[in-house]
T-cell receptor, first 114, second 115 residues
């Protein structure tokens, strides 16, 4: 059972454009929602994370929007750059009794073209 | 400082052989996680260790998979009688402790190919 659904599978954006990746979850016990960025041959690295007590979090060009009632969250990359080309994973975990085990989406391959 | 390291970076084995994958977490991190990344399927949780507590093995796909963590530091993931479906990248992550919203730092992974 896939508990975190991610879309799109791949995305091509022009330099300077906005990249949007969407995720939906099923488990209402999830209380931590990080986004990870992965470059080829490297392990994932935390990009930005949000807790469900806020609806939006912004760090530089990266913003997470969170809709608790819809059980959805999304990553927006403003002014996308070629260096942002990577695979992005959304994830979710439940700290209470969950040990922060991450459940990941299937990933989005982002390509930012000049 | 040093990040999470994993060895070997690549492992090619024959079906039916046993393999051992090693993870060195960041010093001082009490929580250690193993994940598996299969093509097109994202990352899948396998097992996690927290200090001296019994590990959470709920993600291990079969009894051919086992892991241990010695001295609260280095961890070894063992796959016995490997099958072709075990081919994947095995990632290790560590965090300061799991009881808070602490970042999990991932290693570069071990790419396992079972022929």
């Amino acid at each position: 059972q896939q508990q975190v659904k991610q879309s799109p599978q791949s995305l091509i954006v022009q330099k300077g454009g906005i990249s949007i990746i969407n995720c939906a979850y099923e488990n209402t016990a999830f209380d931590y929602f990080p986004w990870y960025q992965q470059f080829p041959g490297k392990g994932p690295a935390l990009l930005i994370a949000i807790r469900p007590d806020v609806s939006e979090k912004k760090e530089g060009r990266f913003t997470i929007s969170f809709n608790k009632s819809a059980k959805q969250f999304s990553l927006h990359i403003m002014d996308s750059q070629p260096g942002d080309s990577a695979t992005y994973f959304c994830a979710a975990s439940a700290l209470t009794g969950g040990g922060n085990k991450l459940t990941f989406g299937t990933g989005t391959q982002l390509k930012v073209e000049l | 400082g040093a990040g999470v390291s994993q060895s070997p970076s690549n492992k090619v084995t024959e079906k039916g052989k046993d393999v051992e994958l090693r993870c060195d977490p960041i010093s001082g991190h009490t929580a250690l996680y193993w994940y598996r990344q299969s093509l097109g399927q994202g990352l899948e949780f396998l097992i996690y260790f927290q200090g001296n507590s019994a590990p959470d093995k709920s993600g291990l796909p079969s009894d051919r998979f086992s892991a241990e963590r010695t001295g609260g530091s280095v961890s070894t993931l063992t796959i016995q009688r490997t099958q072709q479906e075990d081919s994947a990248v095995y990632l290790c992550a560590s965090s300061l402790r799991p009881s808070s919203y602490n970042e999990q730092f991932f290693g570069p992974g071990t790419r396992l190919t079972v022929l």
